[in-house]
Every structure is written in C-alpha cells, then in structure tokens.
C-alpha cells in the first residue's frame, strides 16, 4: 500500500510560467515533508522540507503548501526555468525523519522554451 | 568538500555472488541510510543506522546486510539471497541535531546482475 502518491507521472509547462507538483499522503503520523529533485544516473538533492505545524514554506522561486486535513502537499516552482527539468520525488517521515523516508514515484517535470 | 561518495558508480555482478557497495560521508552526520530505486519507482529504505555498531531494517530489507564500525562509513552488501538486485543503490546521510532531518544523498552505483 502506497503512503505517498504523486498521482502525475509527468508534467510539461512552458518556460517562465508556474510548475505546480502535488503529493497526497496517507498516513495520519507524518509529521515531516520534503521535496528532491534528481536527474538520471545521479543521487536526489534536497529542495525544500515542512514540518506538519506549518502549512507554507518558501525558498526563493520554490514554495511548497502543506494541507493536513486533505492529506495533501504542493510544490511551486516560479518562475519555472529549463534547468528545472528533473524528476521531483515527495517525502514523508514520522517524528523528522530519523528512521528514514517514504518517498511517492515521483513526477518528470518538463519545462519547454 | 563535503559530501557522500559511493563507489563503484557501476558494478557489474554475476548470479549468485555477493556483491559490498561502499558509501562514505565526511559530513559528520550521525545517520545514514541504504535505499533503492528502481525503474518507475520510487526510492524504497533498505537500512538505515543512527549511530556506530548500530543499525535497523527499512522496508527491503531482506537480501541485504550493512555494518556501520565507523562513523563516516556505512557498506552494504548485497546477498545471492536477494531476489532482484538489479537496481540503482542510493546512500543517504542526515544530522540528528534538532528536530527534523534532511537527509542528503550520494550520485549512487549502479549494480547490475546477470
């Protein structure tokens, strides 16, 4: 059973407008979120991360929005660039993530000129 | 430069072998973690230590072993026991200062078995 499901495999969206990423979680204990970024052949890096007492935090063009009670999150990207085309995996974790990650199948973001 | 480093970045097995896949991190972090990814998928938590001579199951564990007798040094090793260890095999470390943890993650190795 899937704890974390990024239900777009992929998602194409033009140069300068805004990328929108959605993750739903199941499990009711996760309390820690994040966002990677990866590209083929190499290892995931970290975005952006929110505890579940926030509901919005924002990196530069990244924001990411955290909704408990549907159980759901977001990852903005603005304006979105080509060096933003790269798979996204969202994550969760109980008590920050100590003993480990659950991560959704992630999402092929691609930004087109 | 600080950073994980897993070597070999491919690893080429036969059938049958065990096979170590080395992860190294000179961040000082006390936990680190074994995870894989296949095709499609998701990365999935194989093992995971949050301090030397220490070291718990994730959710693959089975066909796989790790020891953790240094700090900066967290090995796994793939079994002839493991079912499909085909995949790409990333390591990750976090600090446990605080109270959430990111966790950063090596370019991963790349082991293919025929």
């Known amino acids: 059973d899937q704890q974390v499901k990024q239900n777009s495999p992929s998602l194409s969206v033009q140069e300068g407008r805004i990328s929108i990423l959605n993750c739903d979680y199941t499990n009711s204990m996760f309390d820690y979120f994040l966002w990677y970024k990866k590209y083929p052949a190499e290892g995931p890096t970290f975005l952006i991360s929110?505890?579940?007492?926030?509901d919005k935090n924002e990196d530069g063009r990244f924001t990411v929005f955290l909704n408990k009670s549907a159980k759901h999150l977001s990852l903005h990207i603005v304006p979105s660039q080509p060096g933003d085309s790269a798979v996204y995996f969202c994550?969760?974790?109980?008590?920050?993530?100590?003993?480990?990650?659950?991560f959704g199948k992630g999402t092929h973001l691609i930004i087109q000129p | 430069d600080g950073g994980i480093t897993q070597s070999p970045k491919y690893l080429f097995r036969k059938e049958g072998q065990n096979v170590t896949l080395s992860c190294e991190q000179n961040l000082n972090h006390d936990a680190m973690y074994w995870y894989r990814q296949d095709p499609g998928q998701g990365l999935r938590l194989i093992y995971y230590s949050q301090i030397v001579n220490d070291f718990q199951k994730g959710d693959i564990a089975e066909g796989y072993s790790v020891s953790r007798e240094k700090k900066e040094s967290f090995p796994l090793t793939v079994t002839s026991a493991q079912k499909n260890p085909t995949a790409f095999y990333l390591c990750?470390?976090?600090?446990?200062?605080?109270?959430?943890?990111?966790?950063?993650f090596g370019p991963g190795t790349r082991l293919t078995v025929t």
């Open positions: 994550a969760a974790s109980v008590g920050g993530g100590a003993d480990g990650l659950t």
């Open positions: 990750a470390s976090s600090t446990l200062d605080g109270r959430s943890y990111e966790q950063y």
């Open positions: 929110i505890s579940s007492i926030k």
